[in-house]
């Protein structure tokens, strides 16, 4: 799961980051609320944890901007305003849930796990988009920067694992069970070619590779 952390306190930015990774999720920050709209906007987020007051665009801001946007990531504020009417403008503004600092590390976790809950129970997606890759799930097309790329079902079944937890190491013993759906290692390089062929099919032409070896883990897609 990955979480977007935009909070201007970079000690603390930096804290709830360890605490978050610790706990398993994938996490990427950013510094104040313009960085936060750049980030969110690449897509691929289950939760957005937001602060209140920051520079350049506050946390009301941000998370109105999104909503008119219509980017419907759940979003948790984090704010040392407390009192009714500033809980009651932060929900208003499409928040969905608000903790006031300070706060319990095991509550942060809580409300994520929660707000997580409620999005997989919600509205089924339909596409997913990382960084400059969309994948329409309906009509089983993917895209980047716009251009078409033709994928056998293996690999479409490959590249949405991937970018289902894009961001995040992903080893062998993962693909097999959740891809090819074996329970047992078949002692094949099976992942490593289907891996090759994914690889040269989104990455080839563009600038920047996507699809990422991890020395020792398995892989990433990095957004």
Known sequence: MRILIIEDDLEAAGAMSHGL????YACVHAPDGEAGLVEAGKGGFDVLIVDR??????????VSTLRREGDQTPVLFLSALGEVGDRVD??????????????AFPELIARVEALSRRRETGAVATTLK??????????????????EIDLQPREF?????????????VTRTMLL??????????????????????RSKIDKGFDRAML?????AGYRLDP
């Open 212 to 216: 990422q070896t991890v020395r020792g």
């Open 21 to 24: 990774t610790e706990a398993g």
């Open 177 to 198: 069970e959740k891809v090819w759906e074996y329970h047992f290692d078949p002692q094949t390089n099976v992942i490593d070619v289907h891996i090759s062929r994914l």
């Open 90 to 103: 932060g929900l208003k503004a499409g928040a969905d849930d608000y903790l006031v600092k300070p706060y």
């Open 53 to 62: 007051m920051m520079p350049k665009k506050n946390g009301v801001e941000v």
């Open 157 to 169: 079944q490959l590249l949405e694992f991937m970018m289902r937890h894009a961001g995040q190491s």
């Open 130 to 147: 990382v960084g400059e890759l969309e994948m329409n799930l309906i009509n089983r097309t993917v895209h980047r920067q716009g251009k």
